[in-house]
């Protein structure tokens, strides 16, 4: 755990001066706010001395009011400097972690991030980083002026009262085995809480991006039900919790009542069994001004106590937190730049050199098994198969967003894993099964393509991807807004502009994952006829679901079942191959996609 504590405190960096100056600061409240009862003492006894109708001297006590203004002063200075200087490290330290998270996050690989549910993401960067801010805040300072009252008043109390001090030694393990005993209650509970906010981000992001299937489906309530059910189980833990913090206060209660009671009685023993008449005097062992300095570092002593529970409390939600944000960072990711890479594409050719492929190590079966292929560069690859068949396994690996175990992938004459990242995905486009654009202006999201792009070239790769035409019936036109995930725009609009956007890459391979599913077919062969046309020397390979997105393909590749069952061309295909040809006569069945 030190190592994960360790972790997030590297997050600190330019930070670290106000968490360093914090401690200081609180040394010197805890310093003063003890030694203000022990002058409290003195400046009472020296009252005690004086015979107020005949000696008393104002000027005699002027020392000690002055003295007690400036230790009030400076430990009021040193308390609120102390909490701006927390306030500021604990909020570097949060910013810092959701900066450290988040670039983390963008060198993940589809592997790295599909061990993490999004939900679970949200968590860590929402609630988990606020509750590390708060500890860290409170141990900067509450862990460390605490356990200084703590020490301070106790030495201070010996001083003051002598022995009458070992009241509140045998006080602290009785009120320390039961502030035990409610952390032990309450700590699991916290532990669990942590998942129930995973299960209620989950039910929020769920409901968000699916509102227009809820809405179609009339199933509102439903959602509803689900939130609320995920809410009460947080509400229901969070009750059962502070149930039990909540013996807190009652428990230090009784025991400041307790020590006062013993203080108070005890102290009242010794000053009446030790008087004495002194010049005129009574003198005792035990002056009622070291009775009163006693009763309140009494209450310090065991108000010390109290935050040390409450820190456990907050420390024990902390570590849970911590333990899950050093998940993240600690995750490595497992595709990385080799030592001497390669950046430079030669061309668009392909090879798959007998590749064996799953997404996880413990798995029985292969997603893609016994995969031997080669594809020319500028050649146009059609790729067809049912669910589940390994369509998107096969790309995803050209780009290398997965890594093979077995086997080899070549992308320009060279072993994919030769290649810098950023030059094999520059040079590789991928529009993905899932479309996606950001909030901005349709011209903002072209820009993602390239950059640095005329807007001569993103209307030359709108009109190839047969986005022009409607974009330009917008009346903003390229400056239209797009709401975020596209969601004022149509399918069909909405996949057309992602492949724009992919053309504007000038790669040397352009993959399109069923990009073209929801337009029609006219448009799908316009399409394709525009990256025939003007992109001669990229090689493109499509996914589709459509025979007639393909037909006229190079070579058509039919997956079945995570292996190749064959490739040749249309006529081929429909002469041989009896998935083909099922799929074909299904296709044009009563005039359909002919």
């Not at 006590?61 to 500021?88: D, E, K, V």
């Not at 944000?325 to 061309?347: C, G, M, Q, W, Y």
């Not at 529009?431 to 993103?458: H, P």
């Not at 493109?540 to 393909?550: L, T």
Request: proline content about 2%; some cysteine.
């Amino acid at each position: 755990m030190f190592k994960k504590i360790k972790l997030i405190l590297a997050s600190v960096r330019e930070y670290k001066k106000y968490a360093i100056l914090t401690p200081i600061l609180m040394i010197g409240e805890a310093a003063m706010e003890c030694a203000i009862p022990f002058v409290m003492q003195l400046f009472l006894s020296k009252i005690e001395s004086m015979d107020i109708g005949v000696n008393f001297d104002f000027v005699a006590l002027l020392p000690y009011i002055i003295g007690l203004i400036l230790m009030a002063m400076f430990s009021l200075t040193c308390g609120i400097l102390g909490g701006r200087t927390a306030a500021i490290a604990s909020t570097g330290l949060a910013k810092n972690l959701r900066s450290d998270m988040y670039k983390k996050l963008q060198s993940f690989s589809f592997e790295n991030i599909d061990k993490f549910s999004n939900s679970s993401l949200v968590t860590r960067m929402t609630t988990d980083i606020t509750n590390t801010q708060n500890s860290f805040a409170m141990c900067i300072r509450i862990v460390v002026r605490a356990p200084l009252m703590l020490l301070f008043s106790i030495v201070m109390a010996f001083i003051s009262g002598g022995s009458m001090a070992f009241i509140f030694i045998g006080i602290i393990p009785l009120v320390s085995f039961g502030l035990i005993m409610i952390i032990r209650l309450a700590m699991p509970i916290f532990k669990r809480v942590f998942k129930r906010y995973d299960a209620l981000n989950q039910s929020v992001q769920e409901n968000i991006s699916g509102i227009r299937v809820v809405k179609s489906y009339v199933r509102e309530d439903y959602e509803k039900e689900k939130f609320n059910a995920a809410s009460d189980k947080i509400s229901n833990e969070f009750i059962s919790a502070e149930k039990i913090l909540a013996f807190n206060n009652p428990i230090m209660n009784f025991a400041i009542h307790l020590s006062n009671i013993l203080v108070c009685s005890i102290g009242a023993l010794i000053i009446i069994n030790s008087a004495q008449l002194v010049d005129g005097k009574i003198v005792s062992e035990l002056g009622l001004p070291a009775l009163s300095a006693l009763l309140t570092y009494g209450v310090q002593v065991l108000m010390s106590l109290m935050m040390i529970s409450m820190i456990i409390v907050m420390l024990t939600m902390s570590i849970e937190s911590i333990r899950r944000i050093s998940e993240v960072l600690e995750e490595e990711s497992t595709i990385k730049n080799p030592e001497n890479p390669v950046f430079e594409v030669e061309d668009g050719s392909v090879v798959f050199d007998n590749v064996n492929f799953k997404y996880k190590e413990g798995s029985e079966k292969y997603t893609l098994e016994n995969i031997n292929l080669k594809i020319k560069s500028g050649e146009f690859i059609g790729i067809i198969g049912s669910t589940g068949s390994g369509k998107t396994s096969l790309v995803n690996l050209i780009s290398r967003l997965y890594d093979i175990k077995e086997g080899e992938i070549l992308v320009g004459g060279r072993n994919v894993k030769e290649y810098d990242l950023d030059t094999l995905r520059n040079n590789v486009a991928v529009v993905l099964q899932k479309n996606v654009l950001f909030s901005g202006t349709i011209e903002e999201n072209l820009r993602w393509g390239d950059l640095n792009a005329s807007m001569e070239e993103i209307i030359n790769a709108s009109k190839v991807a047969q986005a022009d035409e409607f974009v330009s019936s917008f009346p903003d036109g390229y400056n239209t807004h797009i709401e975020q995930g596209g969601t004022n725009v149509s399918g069909g609009q909405k996949q057309r502009l992602c492949i724009a956007r992919a053309l504007l890459k000038k790669p040397k391979i352009l993959i399109l994952d069923d990009s073209t599913s929801a337009v029609d077919t006219k448009t799908d062969k316009l399409i394709n006829l525009g990256l025939k046309s003007q992109m001669p020397e990229t090689t493109k390979i499509v996914i589709a679901q459509r025979i007639s997105s393909i037909e006229e393909a190079d070579q058509i590749i039919v997956m079945d079942d995570g292996h190749i069952d064959q490739i040749g061309t249309h006529e081929e295909l429909l002469k041989t191959n009896r998935i083909y040809q099922e799929v074909y006569t299904t296709q044009t069945k009563n005039g359909g996609n002919k």
